[in-house]
């Protein structure tokens, strides 16, 4: 009677459900993100036992990131990788991630990513947004300046609408390096390029190649003003959802994939800058010292010398 009782409860008590975050890319499939993003779910779901699912989607099928982030915000199982500045409406210090000239490799901005300073940022987003973030050490690459005319000096942007992501560092880093800031979504840049709509844009290698940017555009300017370091972001609610034990296995896996990312953006740009070369693009170095004099200004503009001085504390430099 015990066993058939156990037997009759077991079945009418519900097994738990897995808990499953929707992560969305603006990116392709076969961007070093996304490439990182299919290894982040299959190692999530091997090491929780299916308790955490991971679905990934690609080229904004879930919208552009400022959309996924609204989502995830209002409650959805919604996540996605973001450039550090667009969170930082919500804390202003998070804008430092992604200043001109401050990171001279990837290994500097994964330092600092999982330092105690930015971590109790992380901690302080959660309580103005409602958005947790999981990892910020996933590197896109340096992002260099696109344009249809040679760009040798700050003076050859005049008046040039360059696209740029819509947070206030970006903006204002593009401003002091001579364009017309112009921020319009990811998804559509080929396209306004092509229409002239814009007339310049600016990205990292492994993008200008997957999303075949060299096909609209004549001259990649090698500027890398701003190292591309990005967020691996959820809303909290969901994220509330997993146990504690799961939560530090999902971190530190985003962490490692975070990593493998990162070393697949640096081994693949590089080819991916030839391959724009060899499509009859013109990639040229060009003298940085000019642009880091523009921009000098951006970090008293944007009240972010505070974050300078932590970030090179960190650093040890």
Known sequence: MCAALAGALGASMP???????????VLSPNDPMGQGLEKFKLDVEKATNGDV??????????GDTT??????????????VTDVARLSSFVPSLAIMSAPFLFDTYEQADK????????????????????????????????????????????????????????PVWIET???????????????????LQLGTIDAAEAQPTAIWNAKLYE?????????????????????????????ENQKIVRDLAVEDGRYASQLTIELGEKALEDVAASGVEVSEVDLAPFKEAVKPVYKLLDLEAEAAIVNKVLGR
Do not use: C
């Open 15 to 25: 097994a738990v459900a897995a808990t499953t975050l929707r992560i969305g890319t």
């Open 67 to 80: 959309e996924m982030i609204d989502q995830a915000r209002a409650g959805a199982g919604i996540g996605t």
């Open 53 to 62: 699912v991971i679905e990934v989607f690609h080229n904004s099928q879930l």
């Open 174 to 192: 593009i401003r002091a390096m001579g364009a017309e800031p112009t921020p319009i979504a990811w998804g559509e840049v080929y396209t306004a």
């Open 112 to 167: 600092f990513a999982l330092s105690d300073e930015y971590i109790a940022w992380g901690d302080e987003l959660r309580e103005k947004s409602g958005l947790v973030m999981i990892a910020s050490n996933w590197y896109q690459g340096a992002r260099h300046a696109l344009t249809q005319n040679a760009v040798k000096s700050p003076a050859d942007l005049a008046g040039v609408r360059m696209r740029t992501i819509g947070a």
């Open 216 to 244: 609209v555009i004549k001259h990649v300017t090698k500027t890398g003003h701003i190292q591309l370091v990005t967020a691996l972001v959820v809303g909290a609610k969901s994220w509330d959802e997993i146990s504690p």
